[in-house]
């Protein structure tokens, strides 16, 4: 993720019950910090698919923690 943020004002149309769930499931405490956080997931999730498909499976894993 960059370093630095562009923020800017956006108007969009969301529905209101997911917004409340992704707060709850986010502990968000506002909508744009929900907001923010189911972003920042989403990029990161990406992130972690794209090296998966990279290793098409051949790659293993290993426990590090016990």
């Not at 997911?18 to 707060?23: P, R, T």
Request: hydrophobic share 40%.
């Amino acid at each position: 993720m960059a370093a630095t943020s562009s923020l800017r004002h956006k108007h969009v149309r969301i529905d209101q019950i997911k917004l409340e769930k992704a707060k709850k499931v986010l502990d968000a405490r506002t909508d744009t910090e929900a907001l923010d956080r189911a972003l920042t997931l989403v990029v990161t999730e990406g992130g972690i698919d794209a090296a998966l498909r990279a290793v098409g499976g051949k790659g293993s894993f290993k426990k590090v923690f016990r």
